[in-house]
T-cell receptor, first 113, second 116 residues
Framework: GDSVTQMEGPVTLSEEAFLTINCTYTATGYPSLFWYVQYPGEGLQLLLKATKADDKGSNKGFEATYRKETTSFHLEKGSVQVSDSAVYFC????????????FGKGTLLTVNP | EAGVAQSPRYKIIEKRQSVAFWCNPISGHATLYWYQQILGQGPKLLIQ????????DSQLPKDRFSAERLKGVDSTLKIQPAKLEDSAVYLCASSLALMRGGTEAFFGQGTRLTVV
């Protein structure tokens, strides 16, 4: 079945540092890939998505590129801010699983001033 | 546009008691999902509705969990009887249709259940 593996947290960075959170997946067919973010006390929000190979999703300075050859969708940001502190979830949706979202375990990011 | 509404936000019950959660999806969204998020883990799908029909309930513990979606709009998730391991956040989400082509799912704030 479909599955998502993302790097274990927590990740602690200083403000303006470079961020990478690794995500790899296993899926039948050609999945759509997502990054969701959960800020403290809030619900899950879509951060960015990509629907086919080599697509780059981007939002709020975050980027991720759909790499079919390495089955990866790593999240990057060039300069993190304190306000980026949250839990980040990589997820996929594919026809092999009725197009439901399958999530990774989440990575807690803390950014210190 | 109003988001996905869930109630209650918090619930504490004793084991073997029953509990129900309510979800009102975004207007016009045909697909509704219930996820269980245990502390430190990613959300796990319990049940997926398309209008008022069940698309996927393969991970729903049917001996104690039940869910319905009346008239293809609101939904309730029930646990009876609850076990300690049911302590989790229960998330409701909705999308316009099945998530082909990257259709976005919108999540409610969740109900945090503690079973003591």
């Amino acid at each position: 079945g479909d599955s998502v593996t993302q790097m274990e947290g927590p990740v602690t960075l200083s403000e303006e540092a470079f961020l990478t959170i690794n995500c790899t997946y296993t899926a039948t067919g050609y999945p759509s890939l997502f990054w969701y973010v959960q800020y403290p006390g809030e619900g899950l929000q879509l951060l960015l998505k990509a629907t086919k190979a080599d697509d780059k999703g981007s939002n709020k300075g975050f980027e991720a590129t759909y790499r079919k050859e390495t089955t990866s969708f790593h999240l990057e940001k060039g300069s993190v801010q304190v306000s980026d502190s949250a839990v980040y979830f990589c997820a996929l949706s594919s026809g092999g699983s009725n197009y439901k979202l399958t999530f990774g375990k989440g990575t807690l990011l803390t950014v210190n001033p | 546009e109003a988001g996905v509404a869930q109630s209650p936000r918090y619930k504490i019950i004793e084991k073997r008691q029953s509990v129900a959660f309510w979800c009102n999806p975004i207007s016009g969204h045909a697909t509704l999902y219930w996820y269980q998020q245990i502390l430190g883990q990613g959300p796990k799908l319990l049940i997926q509705f398309q209008n008022n029909g069940v698309v996927d309930d393969s991970q729903l513990p049917k001996d104690r969990f039940s869910a319905e979606r009346l008239k293809g709009v609101d939904s309730t998730l029930k646990i009876q009887p609850a076990k300690l391991e049911d302590s989790a956040v229960y998330l409701c989400a909705s999308s316009l249709a099945l998530m082909r082509g990257g259709t976005e799912a919108f999540f409610g704030q969740g109900t945090r259940l503690t079973v003591v």
